[in-house]
């Protein structure tokens, strides 16, 4: 499986930006897709996914509300959408998939100026 992450960038505080994520390979075997976050000096933390049967989503406390994951299967892609940035949300993000072992995307950077 091979993720291709885009869609990263530099917004102000209350802004919004949307993730992509393309899948390729044996994407038929995938279980699940996400995203996680690294802020500077942190730890990486899973913050979005989406199942791949029945498209059940779930999100970390600091984004629930915000952030939107969502897919679009003719395509492989996986989005996450974010509204009312804020500072805190500075970080790289990178798409996630499980298929038997977890798949990771290069990370895409999102900078959020106060």
């Known amino acids: 499986v091979q993720l291709q992450a885009s869609g990263g960038g530099s917004v102000q505080a209350g802004g919004s930006l949307r993730l992509s994520c393309a899948a390729s390979g044996n994407i038929a075997s995938i279980n699940a897709m996400g995203w996680y976050q690294q802020a500077p000096g942190k730890q990486r933390e899973l913050i979005a996914t989406?199942?791949?049967?029945?498209?059940?989503?779930s999100y970390a406390d600091s984004v629930k509300g915000r952030f939107t994951i969502s897919r679009d299967n003719a395509k492989n892609t996986v989005y996450l959408q974010m509204n009312s940035l804020k500072p805190e949300d500075t970080a790289v993000y990178y798409c996630?998939?499980?298929?038997?072992?977890?798949?990771w995307g290069q990370g895409t950077q999102v900078t959020v100026s106060s």
């Open positions: 989406i199942i791949n049967s029945g498209g059940k989503t």
């Open positions: 996630w998939a499980i298929v038997l072992r977890n798949y």
